[in-house]
Structures are given as structure tokens and as C-alpha cells.
């Protein structure tokens, strides 16, 4: 095997085998590709793709790059991924809300890519939490506790890792087959007993019409599946952001609120259906309806919130987080409310737009090394059909300096759409995979 002759096949679009595809997952992990050709290996997969053969010795070949966990538990070990989108802070309730129901929840997450957020970056927006262990501690909080939301060490898929931070950086997030082995690399390397996909389609994801998103979820189910995984996945609607919120303290807030019982929504909605399957798939519910209501149950009673509380104090947060929440999360200096330029319905929001928005403020990363700032981003979007006067607030911009924010105000306002006439509203739930 050899990093040119594979590059020039997928550079004249020649299928690669299994076996150079199960090689260049162990050469990214062990430095044999070199920066240039990981990126050139991405390009030419996101140029031409790869065939369904090709992405399970892909993702099969990035999970065995490094260590593969096992678990000796008496009740199932289950995860939740979403393929990114903007406010979709589902995996902090979903993960403490499974946990509460019985399950056990290694949730090996990521951090923001692209226009998206990432669910390590939101859980470093609380003081003190530590979010990369070792297995050891790992094991221990996820023994006591029942859930811990961590990032991939050393030893799980680094080939991930690293193909992870080039796709950031090459414009080559969007890939179909990039996306399954990332996504599924890492979670098989958790050793898992069940899975559920949110597959996110519209302008908050990467997948922006139907037919992408299905492509998508058949191609993590199909390859996940074949790896031994039981899998399902739902696409979701990001027709507009989840929460009306995007940055990561702020969606920490969001968080909050629904755990506390504040906010009810399409949030606890997505996490009642995704929690569902997966409890039903498990056999701790009767069927996906019945485990939705036990997720629901398990963040209106409060025992979601109480496994949440633990789990960040056992990542190195507040002890009484959950208790205080308001008082130790950051804040921006500077907060501006963009204005209705004209009456109107909403009609559209662009959250691709919102997200490079809040990641221009600081709230995500143009560049790997970029530091993040977690008290910046937006508050208070609207929502699709709202009516607002001309001059009431579309959104409010949390920015670090004056300059900053008079920047997002004119992005927010150009992403969103008004007009004289109330146009249908997008379910939520658009379909079941799997």
C-alpha cells in the first residue's frame, strides 16, 4: 500500500478497495499519511464518494486505529448522535434522561465543525468540567452515575481525530461517507449495545433537502448495522434552530430550563422520540411511544436533571450546578437586539447563516487552534410564523466587543425572512429510518 497510487485512484474517481481504505485509516492514526495527502484523501472522498462496501472498511478500519471498549454492565449501553445543526443541545438532556431510565450512556461527543456547535465545546461552558478521561474514569462515572458526556482520548479512533480536524479546515464536512465513518468510527468504538441517529436536514444542517438526509441515515444505518450495531436513525427538521439560542453558555442555559421544568418544546419533543426508540430497541420500554414517555417523564420529575448534576460534578464542575446554574456560566459584555427592519411573518431562517454568525463573534472556530469564547452568540431568535412589528427584536447578539456585534446584527437580519403572508410550518419529526 502506498499514500500516492491510492490518491491518484481516487483522484481519476477508481474505487478503492477494502483493503487500501482499512490502510489509510491506520496510516492517518499512526502519521503515515502526511498532513497534504489526509487532505487530499478527503477531498477526493468528498469529490467522488465511495461505495457502500467502501465506507463499512472505512469506518470499520477508523474504529480498530485504536482501542475499542468493552462493557461487563447489567443494563444496556446506549448513545445518541446528531449530525449537527444549529440550538441542538439534545445530547446534554438525552444522555442524564437515558441514564435516568436505566440505561448506561458513554457518550463520546465532538466539538463544533463548521457553521455547527459542537457538544464538547457546550459542556466546557460550565467552569471546571473536564471533558477528555481516561478509561478508568470514564468507566467510574459512567458506573456511578449512568451517563458521561466525554471527548474521544488518544486511544479512541485516532483516526477520527484526525481526519476529524482536516475536514474542518477543507471544506470537506459534508460528505456522506466522511460523515458515516467519523460519526460510526467512534461510537462502535464505545461498545455500544444500541444507537439512534438524528439526522438533521435543512438550513441549520449540513444536509439541507430530504433527499440528502435520507442518503444519510440509510448510509449510517446500512454501515452501522453491518458493524454489529443495532441502529436506527430519525431525521429531524433545522428548518430553523432547535432552541430559540446558539453559543454554547447560552445553550447550556437552554438546557437548563427544560431540565428545571421552564421550557417545554420541540426540544423535549426530539428527546422524547430519539430517547424512545432507543429505550424500545433496548427492551426498556414496550415500544418507541412507551420509552417516550418515560424520557418525558424522566426530565418533568426531575431525576434527569439530578443525573446531570452528578455527572458534572463528577467532570471536575459545581457541585450544586444544577441548583445555581445562573450564576456560574460566562456572559457577554456586549448585548444588542437586531431589529425588524419591516413587519412581517417569519417566513425563513438561514441557520447556516446564524451559525457562522455566532462562530464570527468567537463562538466557534474558523481554525482547529482557535480559542472559543463560550459567552458569546445569539438569544431570544425568533421562531418560524412569529408575527413581529417593524423594530421588534429578531434576536439578541451576545459579542465580546462593540464591533463584533454591530457585524452579527447585520448577518442575523439578513438571514431572516419576512414577509406579509404565514407560510406552513414544518413538522418536526419528518421521518424514521431503520
Not at 72 to 88: E, F, I, N, Q
Not at 188 to 205: I, N, Q
Not at 388 to 416: C, F, K, S
Request: aromatic share 2%; proline share 4%.
Amino acid at each position: 500500500m502506498e499514500a500516492r497510487s491510492i490518491l491518484a485512484k481516487l483522484r481519476h474517481d477508481i474505487a478503492l478497495s477494502p483493503e487500501e481504505l482499512t490502510w489509510v485509516a491506520g496510516a492517518l492514526a499512526d502519521q503515515t499519511l502526511s498532513a497534504a495527502q489526509a487532505g487530499a484523501f478527503a477531498m477526493g472522498v468528498c469529490r467522488n464518494g465511495l461505495d457502500e462496501a467502501g465506507r463499512v472498511a472505512l469506518t470499520r478500519g477508523m474504529c480498530a486505529s485504536g482501542q475499542v471498549l468493552t462493557w461487563d454492565l447489567d443494563r444496556p449501553v446506549l448513545d445518541k448522535h446528531s449530525t449537527g445543526g444549529v440550538g441542538d443541545c439534545v445530547s446534554l438532556i438525552l444522555a442524564p434522561a437515558l441514564a435516568a431510565c436505566g440505561a448506561y450512556v458513554p457518550m463520546i461527543s465532538g466539538r463544533g465543525l463548521g457553521h455547527t456547535g459542537g457538544t464538547l465545546d457546550k459542556m466546557e461552558a460550565i467552569p471546571g468540567v473536564g471533558v477528555m478521561l481516561d478509561e478508568v474514569r470514564l468507566r467510574r462515572i459512567v458506573d456511578q452515575v449512568g451517563c458521561a458526556i466525554v471527548g474521544a482520548t488518544g486511544d479512541i479512533a485516532p483516526a477520527d481525530r484526525r481526519l476529524y480536524a482536516v475536514r474542518d479546515v477543507t471544506a470537506t464536512v459534508d460528505s456522506l461517507d466522511l460523515i458515516t465513518a467519523s460519526i460510526l468510527s467512534k461510537k462502535l468504538a464505545a461498545g455500544l449495545d444500541g444507537l439512534v441517529l438524528d439526522v438533521k436536514v435543512g438550513s441549520g444542517a449540513f444536509m439541507k433537502d430530504i433527499a440528502a438526509a435520507r442518503a444519510l441515515a440509510q448510509a449510517l444505518v446500512r454501515t452501522a448495522n453491518a458493524a454489529g450495531c443495532p441502529t436506527r436513525a430519525v431525521i429531524s427538521d433545522m428548518g430553523q434552530p432547535l432552541v430559540p439560542s446558539l453559543g454554547n453558555a447560552l445553550e447550556v442555559s437552554e438546557v437548563m430550563q427544560v431540565l428545571r421544568g421552564d421550557v417545554k418544546g420541540p426540544i423535549v419533543e426530539l428527546c422524547a422520540v430519539l430517547g424512545g426508540v432507543l429505550l424500545a430497541n433496548a427492551g426498556l420500554a414496550k415500544d418507541a411511544q412507551a420509552g417516550a414517555l418515560m424520557i418525558s417523564a424522566a426530565i418533568a420529575d426531575g431525576h434527569a436533571a439530578e443525573r446531570f448534576g452528578a455527572m458534572i460534578a463528577a467532570l471536575g464542575g459545581p457541585v450544586r450546578f444544577v441548583e445555581d446554574w445562573q450564576r456560574f456560566l460566562p456572559e457577554a459584555t456586549v448585548m444588542r437586539e437586531v431589529k425588524a427592519p419591516v413587519a412581517g411573518y417569519v417566513q425563513a431562517i438561514n441557520g447556516e447563516a446564524l451559525g457562522l454568525a455566532v462562530v464570527a463573534l468567537g463562538g466557534g472556530r474558523v481554525i482547529e487552534s482557535d480559542p472559543v469564547d463560550p459567552a458569546v452568540g445569539l438569544s431570544r431568535v425568533v421562531r418560524l410564523g412569529t408575527w413581529v412589528e417593524q423594530g421588534q427584536a429578531l434576536a439578541v447578539v451576545h459579542a465580546a466587543r462593540p464591533e463584533q456585534a454591530d457585524r452579527a446584527l447585520v448577518a442575523v437580519q439578513a438571514a431572516i425572512t419576512l414577509g406579509a403572508a404565514a407560510l406552513p410550518l414544518p413538522e418536526l419529526i419528518v421521518e424514521h429510518v431503520g
